[in-house]
């Protein structure tokens, strides 16, 4: 016959389990545990305290061995269910998403991460968020290396924080090949459950170019849609500009190097024309110019997934969105200083020389 082996206990011990057992503060599963080890001190086998406690014998067993192995810190908690996690070297993960990438691929997934640490693929994940790492995202860029770079800068973000008196401010450019797409076959609506869909290939019907004017006071916008984009079409839009806004006004036009922009026949037309004061971004800077904003939002909102068969579709379609946009206009508001901007771009022109330097040797 088995035998369970004998619980002795101390008078501090029994105090304290006699206490744990009658509390009503207790939780109910460590008071039936302390009954049942001061039950075993009294000689009771584990057949005896199951039927007194009401419990199976192995969880009486389970009880008694536990105190004798940890005493009372063995029946104050359960031991941890399921496979114990595997530790992640958290310095490591973050070396190898920085500093390499896995064999014949460009970045790391969180699977060939995983494989790598031997870990899962959700605890990578939640590593990577908690460091903010993003090894699918790549943001492009393009320093500029314009010597009136810092004149640019300043004249431009001047223009935008503290515009002249009696003078309008229009961001110009054009956004040229904006293509009429037709699909080749007709795509389904989105309904529940399911996303719209709509064919990877494409019909061409042409292309138009949009030019347009972002007034930067009010978001007023003024477009034009013409076949080319040469200087004849920015001069075309030009005096547009010229009859759509306030002939006592100054107008600061702020555009990109563009050879239209400074082709004699426009310099011509602009001396005659001394209301009209040009302010050119620096090179490789366009996202110094507030209409580009406008651009993406008319190609995300009304160009990328929109339908046309010909090309006075696609005008329409654009002029609609046009005057929409200036119904209720919303202007951008520029927030950073051309110092702080500067300070980013000596930071960003250190670290690119840095890494030239560095490929060099």
Known sequence: MRVAPEIVLTDEERAELTRLARSKLTSVRLALRARIVLLASQGLQNKEIAAQVGVGRVQV???????????????????????PPVKVDVARLVALTTQSTPEAATHW??????????????????????HGLKPH????FKGSRDPKFVQKLEDIVGLYMSPPEHALVLCCDEKSQVQALDRTQPGLPMKKGRAATMTHDYKRNGTTTLFAALNVLDGQVIGQCQQHHTHIEWLKFLRQIDRETPKGKTLHLIADNYATHKHPAV???????????????????????????????????RLRRGVFTSVPELVAAIDEYVAHHNIKPKPFIWTKSARDILQKVIRANRRLSSKQNGTLH
């Open 61 to 83: 067993s389970r009880w008694r061995e536990r105190y004798l192995e940890s005493r009372l810190a063995g029946i104050e908690r359960d031991l941890p269910r399921g496979v």
């Open 267 to 301: 310099q011509q037309w602009l001396a005659k024309h001394p209301r009209f004061e040009m302010h050119f971004t620096p090179t490789s800077a366009s996202w110094l110019n507030m209409v580009e904003r406008f651009f993406r939002d008319i190609t995300t909102e």
């Open 137 to 140: 995202i790549v943001r492009g």
């Open 109 to 130: 997934s969180t699977r060939k991460m995983g494989a790598e640490l031997g870990v899962s693929a959700s605890t990578v994940m939640r590593h990577w968020h908690a």
